[in-house]
């Protein structure tokens, strides 16, 4: 094993991660985001309204991909 093909394996395992955790990371940020309006629209707030739908759709990309 060369330096080099630690480099490129370290390299390639953290693109594959990216790769993975990317669908899940940004639909949690755009339920996030589109919670965070809804909240700030109409003054609720409340904790588990922010909680439980990001869980569910977590739960549901996770199965889809």
């Given at each position: 094993?060369?330096?080099e093909y630690i480099v490129n394996l370290i390299r390639e395992t953290m693109y594959t991660m990216l790769l993975i955790s990317?669908?899940?990371?940004l639909i949690s940020?755009?339920?996030g985001l589109i919670i965070s309006?809804?909240?700030a629209a109409t003054?609720?707030?409340e904790i588990t309204l922010t909680f439980v739908p990001k869980v569910i759709v977590i739960a549901i990309v996770l199965v889809l991909t």
């Open positions: 094993m060369t330096e990317a669908p899940v990371l940020l755009i339920v309006i809804l909240q003054s609720i707030q």
